[in-house]
């Protein structure tokens, strides 16, 4: 079974940036899709950003319209670690933050949450104004 566990959140004023990390347990087809989804009180879990781990290009990446330009995924394959760099915070940017893992069940892995299968536990975001 893949396991995930994130780290890297917690309190910044708008305008701020933080790093996201997720390290996954190994990499495999059912992990071959990485994302990071994000849900804020009383709303939807929000895929923000997704990519594919096999990919040789980063043009193989997902973003929200709500984060393109300001957040960046990448991973580490050296040390089975998926990242999201989170700049030019805003407050709506508060929320918990999930890292999750799936295999390939569209042609381009993106933010729909039913095709992830392994989740973190979580990691709280706060942006202050």
């Known amino acids: 079974e893949v396991t995930v566990v994130e780290s890297g959140g917690g309190s910044v004023q708008a305008g701020g940036s933080l790093r996201l990390a997720c390290v996954v347990s190994y990499y495999t087809y059912a992990s071959r899709c990485m994302a990071w989804f994000r849900e804020a009180p009383g709303q939807e879990r929000e895929g923000i950003a997704a990519m594919d781990t096999t990919a040789s290009t980063s043009g193989n990446t997902y973003y929200a319209d709500s984060v393109k330009g300001r957040f960046t995924i990448s991973q580490d394959n050296a040390k089975n670690t998926l990242y999201l760099q989170m700049n030019s915070l805003r407050p709506e940017d508060s929320a918990i933050y999930y890292c999750?893992?799936?295999?390939?069940?569209?042609?381009?892995?993106?933010?729909?949450?039913?095709?992830?299968?392994?989740w973190g536990q979580g990691t709280q975001v706060t942006v202050s104004s």
């Open positions: 999750a893992a799936g295999p390939p069940l569209r042609s381009t892995c993106g933010g729909a949450r039913y095709d992830y299968f392994s």
